[in-house]
T-cell receptor
């Protein structure tokens, strides 16, 4: 089976930098994605890593270390609108196609 | 483009009733998925369809059935609803091209289901 671990909650102040970690155990792994979900909304895609290293998209960056089965999402210059839940998700190759397994999510609270 | 649409947005059922949740996408994606989301549990995959004409079980398929009606539409059926199926249900689609960013999933707005 698959398992993912991420912190349940993180609090930071506006303008700060925050890192949300994700560790995983899975077979058939070929990539790690991050999704954002505001209360009452649908998850939306943020970032994807297939290879080791850092991917940068504006204020958001994501990192992957395949040898450590570890990744993180880095949010810079935090804004109030970044208050949301963030999910890491592992991409898995199966005989029936490709699918994602999601972590339980990290609720980020941005304070003034 | 509407993206992924789901109907209904809200539904209340009594135990034992049946219903079908509808999902459609207009992005010409090959793969479609049904998830449920419970507080503190993240998103759990119920069923998925890698391509038109195929369906496979996910992590929590018991009590559900699916139909991939055509490339656009993927429905989820509860034959005999139970209170444990109270949840928010999300449909998603992806290009499913075999790996990489093409597997980005696009989610619908969700259906909030309560079973009494």
């Amino acid at each position: 089976g698959q398992s993912l671990e991420q912190p349940s909650e993180v609090t930071a102040v506006e303008g700060a930098i925050v890192q949300i970690n994700c560790t995983y155990q899975t077979s058939g792994f070929y990539g790690l994605s991050w999704y954002q979900q505001h209360d009452g909304g649908a998850p939306t895609f943020l970032s994807y890593n297939a290879l080791d290293g850092l991917e940068e998209t504006g204020r958001f960056s994501s990192f992957l270390s395949r040898s450590d089965s570890y990744g993180y999402l880095l949010l810079q210059e935090l804004q109030m609108k970044d208050s949301a839940s963030y999910f890491c998700a592992v991409h898995i190759l199966t005989g029936g196609g490709n699918k994602l397994t999601f972590g339980t999510g990290t609720q980020l609270k941005v304070e003034l | 483009n509407a993206g992924v649409t789901q109907t209904p947005k809200f539904q209340v059922l009594k135990t034992g009733q049946s219903m079908t949740l509808q999902c459609a996408q207009d992005m010409n994606h090959n793969s479609m998925y049904w998830y449920r989301q419970d507080p503190g549990m993240g998103l759990r995959l119920i069923y998925y369809s890698a391509s038109e004409g195929t369906t496979d079980k996910g992590e929590v398929p018991n009590g559900y059935n699916v139909s991939r009606l055509n490339k656009r539409e993927f429905s989820l059926r509860l034959e005999s609803a139970a209170p444990s199926q109270t949840s928010v249900y999300f449909c998603a689609s992806s290009d499913g091209g075999g790996g990489g960013p093409t597997d980005t999933q696009y989610f619908g707005p969700g259906t909030r289901l309560t079973v009494l």
